[in-house]
């Protein structure tokens, strides 16, 4: 008979719970130094980031999620939701040298090791915060090894989500949102784009081709994308010289950002500048998102039944003293008022696709250059995100639903507005019932579920909380309990939800972020 082993110290030690609220833009510090780190977020979302030596890696870490911080570490929690937010942060001791696995970290990271900011579920977790929460620091024997049995069952998970295929690509898509953030906030700042390249822990090629599945766009052409829009806003709306955009935008040398700028806009930045410093009045929202893809901003816009009441808004148009008014169809007295403040473009938008549209008021305004080269990047960013959709939902069928205060509306392929982008760009398989279908309003989930379609995509305010689209996800499930799978994504927009550029633009960027962020979920 084999002699028995004796059975080793445990190498997981429960040291403590603490709980912290976040209010909206509220922030936490931690030092891990020897100790290990559960972190759990109870509701919300919040931004992790940490930072060892010359590594830094952030992500957002969502309600229901454990993140893990590793010893020798700072950690910044912040809330930058405009709800007030809940983390529960779990210290432990972990012996590596008692495992026979590799370890994160059996000292500082250096800038060679692995650090990346892992994030997972577990079905059973929020049973087992409230014990960890109920600890009040007593020695009480039984609730002491119930946490340490939890905490075993938590580091197996979290070593379990490490091996697991895909993991690593997980993390890589992190790094490339925080790089895309970073890009966005410190574009006219000089920028090493191998240098980010070289710290993202892949190989440079597989960074870059990580960036452009995410972006639809090579890094250094969408630094070019972000500064040469920053550039149109600048010319367009401020008395700055050529040399100061120039400067602004990130660019050192007037005449190298001349070239670029000619070389993309098909124009340089001085006739740019002739033709869009125009004084506009834009009477219709709608048209907003297609001014601003031109660099535009107008003198005044106004809100939608604006014409209904005219006496009260004629004087504020004749006001802002404008050189063009662009509208929407108004009655014919209204328009020759209108004739006399200034020119007037009044435009039938209704019967024409968003495309069309921007280049009809670019071509009005000189720009056609600009609209042809925004439209050549937006399809190159529809192509990336019908690769990920080709992936990801391949020819499953998708109704569309849009989640208001009190009701929800299926889209149909009648309703172009939405049919455009989704169904057509796109190319999302729409169900058979969308096929004849405008749009479908109803006052509960449960008339939305009895469409015989098991796949959903909620179109939902951007003010909508995590937990409120985590509850709806949950309810659609219950509904669809058929033991098909089921798909439930959620897109966000900023209201209105309207038919232009700028909208399609960011709704094409939400649908590629969230089937990045469910690719390994």
């Keep these: 008979m084999r002699p028995v082993q004796p059975v080793r110290k445990s190498s997981l030690y429960y040291m403590g719970t603490e709980e912290f609220k976040l209010d909206s833009l509220q922030s936490i510090e931690l030092s891990a130094d020897h100790v290990s780190i559960f972190g759990f977020v109870m509701q919300e979302s919040l931004k992790v980031t940490l930072e060892s030596e010359s590594r830094r890696r952030s992500g957002k870490v969502w309600s229901g999620e454990l993140f893990f911080i590793p010893p020798h570490c700072q950690c910044t929690i912040e809330n930058r939701g405009a709800a ?27 800038p060679s090791d692995e650090f990346h900011l892992y994030s997972f579920r577990m079905p059973q977790i929020r049973h087992w915060i409230q014990d960890f929460m109920s600890d009040c620091g007593d020695d009480e024997p039984v609730l002491f090894y119930q946490l340490q049995s939890h905490l075993y069952a938590m580091v197996s998970s979290l070593m379990t989500y490490i091996q697991k295929p ?97 070389k993309h806009m098909g124009m340089s930045p001085t006739e740019y500048a002739a033709c869009a410093k125009i004084r506009i009045a834009n009477l219709s929202p709608v048209f907003q998102g297609d001014l601003s893809v031109l660099g535009i901003t107008p003198k005044l816009t106004l809100r939608r039944g604006w014409s209904d009441h005219p006496e009260k808004y004629l004087h504020q148009i004749e006001s802002c003293r404008p050189e063009l008014i662009f509208c929407s169809p108004v009655p014919e007295d209204l328009y020759r008022r209108l004739c006399k403040i200034a020119p007037v473009v009044m435009l039938h938008w209704k019967g024409m696709s968003w495309k069309e549209r921007l280049l009809k008021i670019s071509g009005i305004l000189g720009l056609s250059t600009v609209a042809e080269r925004w439209l050549a990047y937006f399809d190159m960013k529809v192509e990336n995100a019908k690769f990920h959709i080709r992936r990801q939902l391949g020819d499953e069928p998708f109704l569309l639903v849009g989640s208001f205060e009190e009701q929800f509306r299926v889209f149909g392929m009648q309703h172009k507005k939405m049919r455009d982008l989704f169904y057509d760009e796109l190319q999302v398989t729409p169900p058979a019932q969308a096929n004849k279908v405008n749009f479908h309003e109803v006052m509960t989930l449960g008339e939305v579920a009895s469409l015989d379609c098991n796949n959903v995509l909620f179109l939902v305010p951007s003010t909508a909380s995590d937990d409120y689209c985590a509850k709806l996800e949950e309810e659609w499930r219950r509904l669809k309990r058929n033991g098909k799978k089921k798909h439930c994504l959620f897109i966000r927009y900023v209201e209105p939800l309207l038919y232009n550029p700028s909208m399609h633009e960011s709704l094409l960027d939400q649908t590629v972020n969230q089937l990045l962020l469910t690719s390994g979920k």
Excluded at 86 to 107: C, G, K, N, T, Y
């Design 84 to 110: 007030a937010s809940q983390v529960i942060i779990i210290r432990f001791e972990w012996d590596w040298s008692r495992l026979s696995i590799p370890a994160p970290s059996a000292r500082p990271f250096r």
């Design 166 to 262: 895909g993991a690593v690509d997980d993390v890589l898509t992190d790094y490339v949102e925080q790089t895309k953030r970073y890009m966005l906030e410190h574009y006219n700042t000089p920028m090493d784009i191998e240098e980010i390249a070289r710290l993202s822990g892949v190989s440079p090629n597989r960074f870059y081709q990580s960036f452009r599945r995410h972006t639809g766009l090579t890094p250094h052409k969408f630094m070019t994308t972000i500064r040469l829009n920053a550039s149109l806003c600048l010319l367009a709306n401020t008395p700055s010289s050529v040399m100061e955009v120039a400067h602004s935008v990130g660019y050192s040398d007037e005449l190298y950002f001349s070239r670029v700028f000619k």
